[in-house]
Protein backbone atom coordinates (compact mmCIF):
# COMPACT_ATOMS: atom_id res chain seq x y z
CA UNK A 1 0.00 0.00 0.00
CA UNK A 2 1.08 3.78 -0.66
CA UNK A 3 -1.34 6.25 1.35
CA UNK A 4 -2.55 7.42 4.26
CA UNK A 5 -0.57 6.12 7.63
CA UNK A 6 -3.23 5.45 10.11
CA UNK A 7 -2.33 4.71 14.06
CA UNK A 8 -4.21 1.27 14.80
CA UNK A 9 -4.80 -0.66 18.34
CA UNK A 10 -6.26 -4.29 18.32
CA UNK A 11 -7.69 -5.39 21.57
CA UNK A 12 -5.80 -8.20 23.44
CA UNK A 13 -8.83 -10.62 22.74
CA UNK A 14 -8.25 -10.52 19.09
CA UNK A 15 -4.45 -10.44 19.56
CA UNK A 16 -4.31 -14.49 18.00
CA UNK A 17 -5.20 -13.47 14.63
CA UNK A 18 -2.39 -10.23 13.91
CA UNK A 19 1.04 -10.40 13.83
CA UNK A 20 3.28 -10.44 16.77
CA UNK A 21 4.04 -6.60 15.94
CA UNK A 22 0.53 -5.18 16.14
CA UNK A 23 -0.22 -6.67 19.67
CA UNK A 24 1.77 -4.12 21.52
CA UNK A 25 -0.59 -1.15 19.60
CA UNK A 26 -0.90 1.44 18.50
CA UNK A 27 1.30 0.84 15.64
CA UNK A 28 1.42 2.88 12.29
CA UNK A 29 -0.36 1.51 8.90
CA UNK A 30 0.06 2.41 5.56
CA UNK A 31 -3.53 2.02 4.11
CA UNK A 32 -4.38 2.45 0.23
CA UNK A 33 -6.45 5.71 0.93
CA UNK A 34 -9.69 3.86 -0.70
CA UNK A 35 -10.32 0.61 1.23
CA UNK A 36 -12.66 1.01 3.68
CA UNK A 37 -12.02 0.20 7.32
CA UNK A 38 -13.74 -3.28 7.04
CA UNK A 39 -11.16 -3.86 4.24
CA UNK A 40 -7.92 -3.25 6.53
CA UNK A 41 -9.69 -5.02 9.50
CA UNK A 42 -9.54 -8.27 7.63
CA UNK A 43 -6.58 -7.45 5.71
CA UNK A 44 -4.79 -7.50 9.13
CA UNK A 45 -6.20 -11.29 9.37
CA UNK A 46 -9.36 -10.20 11.95
CA UNK A 47 -12.84 -11.90 11.02
CA UNK A 48 -15.46 -9.08 10.87
CA UNK A 49 -17.56 -11.30 13.09
CA UNK A 50 -14.70 -10.92 15.93
CA UNK A 51 -14.96 -7.29 15.40
CA UNK A 52 -16.62 -5.53 17.69
CA UNK A 53 -16.69 -1.56 18.12
CA UNK A 54 -14.59 0.33 15.78
CA UNK A 55 -13.81 3.63 17.04
CA UNK A 56 -11.37 6.48 14.91
CA UNK A 57 -9.98 8.91 17.36
CA UNK A 58 -12.57 8.28 20.00
CA UNK A 59 -15.91 8.25 18.14
CA UNK A 60 -17.46 4.92 16.59
CA UNK A 61 -17.46 4.62 13.24
CA UNK A 62 -18.99 1.77 10.66
CA UNK A 63 -16.90 -0.62 8.56
CA UNK A 64 -17.36 1.57 5.64
CA UNK A 65 -15.47 4.19 6.85
CA UNK A 66 -12.73 5.01 4.42
CA UNK A 67 -9.39 5.96 6.99
CA UNK A 68 -7.65 8.59 6.30
CA UNK A 69 -4.14 10.61 7.70
CA UNK A 70 -3.21 10.30 10.84
CA UNK A 71 -6.02 8.78 12.41
CA UNK A 72 -6.01 6.36 15.30
CA UNK A 73 -8.15 3.73 15.23
CA UNK A 74 -9.11 0.95 17.98
CA UNK A 75 -10.37 -2.17 16.77
CA UNK A 76 -12.55 -3.54 19.87
CA UNK A 77 -13.56 -6.98 20.45
CA UNK A 78 -17.25 -8.22 20.56
CA UNK A 79 -19.30 -7.40 23.12
CA UNK A 80 -20.46 -10.06 24.93
CA UNK A 81 -23.56 -11.68 25.58
CA UNK A 82 -23.42 -10.79 21.60
CA UNK A 83 -26.78 -9.87 20.40
CA UNK A 84 -28.01 -11.65 17.17
CA UNK A 85 -30.79 -9.59 16.01
CA UNK A 86 -33.46 -10.67 13.02
CA UNK A 87 -34.00 -14.66 13.51
CA UNK A 88 -34.32 -16.98 16.41
CA UNK A 89 -31.06 -17.83 17.94
CA UNK A 90 -29.82 -20.86 16.26
CA UNK A 91 -26.67 -22.36 15.12
CA UNK A 92 -24.75 -23.85 12.51
CA UNK A 93 -21.63 -25.94 13.09
CA UNK A 94 -19.22 -26.35 10.36
CA UNK A 95 -17.86 -30.44 9.81
CA UNK A 96 -14.72 -29.78 12.26
CA UNK A 97 -17.27 -29.19 15.53
CA UNK A 98 -18.84 -32.40 15.95
CA UNK A 99 -18.52 -32.57 19.71
CA UNK A 100 -19.72 -29.04 19.92
CA UNK A 101 -22.85 -29.73 18.10
CA UNK A 102 -24.01 -32.62 20.11
CA UNK A 103 -23.20 -30.83 23.14
CA UNK A 104 -25.80 -27.59 22.44
CA UNK A 105 -27.95 -30.36 21.79
CA UNK A 106 -28.20 -31.77 24.82
CA UNK A 107 -28.76 -28.76 26.10
CA UNK A 108 -31.48 -27.91 24.17
CA UNK A 109 -29.74 -25.51 22.05
CA UNK A 110 -30.78 -25.48 17.91
CA UNK A 111 -27.88 -26.87 16.38
CA UNK A 112 -27.67 -27.80 12.79
CA UNK A 113 -24.34 -30.00 11.84
CA UNK A 114 -23.64 -31.56 8.74
CA UNK A 115 -20.73 -34.91 9.31
CA UNK A 116 -19.47 -34.39 6.10
CA UNK A 117 -17.57 -31.69 4.29
CA UNK A 118 -20.26 -29.67 1.88
CA UNK A 119 -17.79 -26.80 1.37
CA UNK A 120 -17.34 -23.21 2.30
CA UNK A 121 -19.95 -21.93 -0.25
CA UNK A 122 -22.62 -24.19 0.64
CA UNK A 123 -22.60 -23.38 4.48
CA UNK A 124 -22.49 -20.00 4.16
CA UNK A 125 -25.57 -20.31 1.83
CA UNK A 126 -27.66 -22.31 4.35
CA UNK A 127 -26.25 -19.64 7.23
CA UNK A 128 -27.63 -17.29 4.87
CA UNK A 129 -31.20 -19.14 3.84
CA UNK A 130 -32.04 -20.16 7.65
CA UNK A 131 -30.50 -17.44 9.50
CA UNK A 132 -28.05 -19.10 11.52
CA UNK A 133 -24.79 -18.50 13.52
CA UNK A 134 -22.07 -19.99 11.57
CA UNK A 135 -19.83 -21.41 14.20
CA UNK A 136 -15.91 -22.54 12.77
CA UNK A 137 -12.63 -22.32 13.52
CA UNK A 138 -11.70 -21.14 9.69
CA UNK A 139 -11.48 -17.86 9.45
CA UNK A 140 -11.65 -17.78 5.66
CA UNK A 141 -14.99 -18.96 5.71
CA UNK A 142 -16.12 -16.34 8.14
CA UNK A 143 -14.80 -13.78 5.75
CA UNK A 144 -17.35 -15.21 3.09
CA UNK A 145 -19.62 -12.46 1.99
CA UNK A 146 -23.20 -14.39 1.82
CA UNK A 147 -22.56 -15.48 4.97
CA UNK A 148 -25.44 -14.30 7.48
CA UNK A 149 -23.62 -14.26 10.97
CA UNK A 150 -20.60 -16.45 12.43
CA UNK A 151 -18.48 -16.66 15.07
CA UNK A 152 -15.11 -17.80 15.54
CA UNK A 153 -14.30 -21.26 17.81
CA UNK A 154 -11.61 -19.48 20.00
CA UNK A 155 -10.57 -23.19 21.43
CA UNK A 156 -9.70 -27.02 19.97
CA UNK A 157 -10.89 -28.11 23.31
CA UNK A 158 -14.74 -29.27 23.44
CA UNK A 159 -15.56 -28.14 26.97
CA UNK A 160 -13.87 -24.79 26.23
CA UNK A 161 -15.87 -24.33 23.08
CA UNK A 162 -18.85 -24.81 24.54
CA UNK A 163 -18.15 -22.17 27.64
CA UNK A 164 -17.26 -20.03 24.86
CA UNK A 165 -20.69 -19.93 22.82
CA UNK A 166 -22.16 -19.80 26.21
CA UNK A 167 -20.86 -17.04 27.29
CA UNK A 168 -20.59 -15.12 24.01
CA UNK A 169 -24.51 -15.85 22.77
CA UNK A 170 -26.26 -16.73 26.16
CA UNK A 171 -28.86 -19.33 24.98
CA UNK A 172 -31.84 -20.00 26.68
CA UNK A 173 -31.20 -23.61 28.07
CA UNK A 174 -33.64 -26.71 27.90
CA UNK A 175 -31.30 -29.61 28.06
CA UNK A 176 -32.67 -33.31 26.84
CA UNK A 177 -35.53 -31.72 24.88
CA UNK A 178 -33.15 -32.30 21.29
CA UNK A 179 -31.96 -35.33 19.67
CA UNK A 180 -28.45 -35.12 19.78
CA UNK A 181 -28.26 -36.91 16.56
CA UNK A 182 -29.62 -35.25 13.95
CA UNK A 183 -31.12 -31.94 15.77
CA UNK A 184 -35.04 -32.84 15.92
CA UNK A 185 -37.32 -32.16 18.90
CA UNK A 186 -37.94 -35.27 21.64
CA UNK A 187 -40.91 -36.54 22.76
CA UNK A 188 -42.07 -38.59 25.78
CA UNK A 189 -42.27 -42.35 24.51
CA UNK A 190 -43.60 -45.39 26.28
CA UNK A 191 -41.86 -48.83 26.66
CA UNK A 192 -44.71 -50.20 24.60
CA UNK A 193 -44.69 -46.98 21.45
CA UNK A 194 -40.90 -47.50 20.99
CA UNK A 195 -40.48 -51.47 21.84
CA UNK A 196 -39.25 -52.33 18.19
CA UNK A 197 -36.67 -50.00 18.64
CA UNK A 198 -35.35 -51.64 21.69
CA UNK A 199 -32.67 -54.90 22.33
CA UNK A 200 -34.10 -56.97 25.01
CA UNK A 201 -31.57 -56.11 27.90
CA UNK A 202 -32.43 -52.13 27.52
CA UNK A 203 -36.44 -53.67 27.35
CA UNK A 204 -35.67 -55.18 30.64
CA UNK A 205 -33.84 -52.78 32.91
CA UNK A 206 -35.51 -49.06 31.49
CA UNK A 207 -38.85 -47.86 31.73
CA UNK A 208 -38.93 -44.33 30.79
CA UNK A 209 -37.90 -43.40 27.61
CA UNK A 210 -38.14 -40.50 24.85
CA UNK A 211 -37.80 -40.06 20.84
CA UNK A 212 -37.25 -38.10 18.39
CA UNK A 213 -39.96 -36.86 16.66
CA UNK A 214 -37.42 -36.30 13.74
CA UNK A 215 -35.27 -39.39 13.33
CA UNK A 216 -37.07 -41.54 15.70
CA UNK A 217 -33.86 -42.37 18.04
CA UNK A 218 -35.05 -43.41 21.76
CA UNK A 219 -33.10 -42.41 24.63
CA UNK A 220 -33.16 -43.51 28.17
CA UNK A 221 -30.56 -43.29 31.02
CA UNK A 222 -27.85 -45.54 29.52
CA UNK A 223 -24.57 -45.66 30.71
CA UNK A 224 -23.41 -42.57 29.55
CA UNK A 225 -25.92 -40.89 31.63
CA UNK A 226 -23.64 -39.18 34.51
CA UNK A 227 -21.46 -38.35 32.17
CA UNK A 228 -24.21 -36.31 30.39
CA UNK A 229 -25.76 -35.03 33.59
CA UNK A 230 -22.46 -33.61 34.64
CA UNK A 231 -22.08 -31.43 31.10
CA UNK A 232 -26.01 -30.55 31.77
CA UNK A 233 -25.20 -29.12 35.57
CA UNK A 234 -22.00 -27.55 35.05
CA UNK A 235 -24.02 -25.62 31.87
CA UNK A 236 -27.04 -24.58 34.03
CA UNK A 237 -25.07 -23.70 36.91
CA UNK A 238 -23.08 -21.20 35.38
CA UNK A 239 -25.29 -20.31 32.38
CA UNK A 240 -28.82 -20.76 33.79
CA UNK A 241 -31.65 -21.87 31.80
CA UNK A 242 -35.03 -23.89 32.42
CA UNK A 243 -34.67 -27.56 32.22
CA UNK A 244 -37.60 -30.27 31.29
CA UNK A 245 -37.06 -33.41 33.18
CA UNK A 246 -36.39 -35.69 30.51
CA UNK A 247 -34.38 -39.08 30.41
CA UNK A 248 -31.47 -39.30 27.53
CA UNK A 249 -29.62 -42.18 26.34
CA UNK A 250 -26.44 -43.88 25.85
Known amino acids: MNGPEIHLSVAPELHLFVAAARRGGPTPL ?7 LGHVVESLGIPLTEAG ?3 VDGREVPVSHVPGAGERVEVHAVRRPQEVPGAPLRFLLDVHLGTLARRLRLLGVDAAYFSE ?3 DPA ?51 APWTRCVACNGDLADATKESVRGFLE ?12 CTACERVYWNGAHHSSLQTIVDD ?3 TYGGGARPQQQAS
Not at 154 to 160: A, F, I, L, T
Open 53 to 55: RLL
Open 123 to 173: LAAYSARDRRVLLSRDRGLLRRRELWAGAYVYSDRPKEQLDDVLTRFAPAL
Open 235 to 237: ALR
Open 117 to 119: DVG
Open 200 to 211: DGTERSYDVFAQ
Open 30 to 36: TTDGAST
